[in-house]
């Protein structure tokens, strides 16, 4: 478990079953900020009912393709869930992008949504609402009450089209077994 001074930036939370909150049992939580402050992050594998022909509808951007108005959009957590993100790769600079590490960036500006309306956006892309978020050591004692476990982030699993394995495929990197884990936890 990391210590309060590991930064988490880049990295996954994944959520342990002592977690009973619907909005974030068996999240995937990529991590976007984290300080002393407070952190941000996004949860990747929790789908809206919305797909992104009902956000260019409500932004007045046109599309013609439509296996791209068909691409599912997520729900990054409870926080603001009026604002967009678009958590990408490629490091093509949109006009609020902010790079995460690792080839990972996210972007909260209307320019990103108009290039993937018209298919000259990034290769690989999740389109969010809302974020999660946690005041300064709240996420720390999450942390140590066992809410979450912590996981180096792959491209591979983020972007994977396999929506509902991302938790399982995220937490196999870890390399033991979710029954080994104890529902009490201590400190020594």
Same mark, same amino acid.
Do not use: C, M, W, Y
């Given at each position: 478990m990391p210590s309060s001074h590991d930064n988490l930036v880049g990295q996954y939370l994944l959520a342990t079953p002592s977690i009973q909150d619907p909005l974030f049992a068996s999240s995937l939580v990529f991590m976007c900020e984290h300080s002393?402050?407070?952190s941000m992050g996004?949860?990747?594998?929790? =789908?809206?009912? /919305?797909?992104?022909e009902n956000i260019f509808n409500q932004l007045d951007i046109e599309c013609e393709h439509q296996d *791209?108005?068909?691409i599912p959009?997520? *729900?990054?957590?409870p926080v603001k869930l009026q604002q967009g993100f678009v958590l990408h790769s490629a490091p093509t600079q949109w006009e609020k992008t902010i790079n995460i590490g690792e080839g990972i960036y996210l972007t909260s500006?209307?320019? *990103?949504?108009?290039? *993937?309306?018209?298919?000259?956006?990034? /290769?690989?892309f999740i389109v969010l609402l809302g974020f999660s978020g946690w005041s300064a050591g709240q =996420?720390? /004692?999450e942390? /140590?009450?066992n809410a979450w476990l912590t996981a180096r982030s792959n491209p591979d699993i983020t972007f994977s089209a396999d929506i509902d394995h991302k938790w399982q495929m995220a937490f196999d990197t870890l390399g033991f077994d979710l029954?080994? =884990?104890?529902?009490?936890s201590g400190n020594a």
């Open positions: 002393k402050e407070g996004v949860v990747v594998n929790h =789908l809206s009912d /919305q797909t992104l *791209i108005l068909d959009v997520f *729900i990054g957590g500006s209307r320019d *990103i949504l108009e290039a *993937i309306a018209h298919n000259t956006g990034p /290769q690989k =996420l720390e /004692q942390l /140590q009450d029954d080994s =884990l104890s529902p009490i």
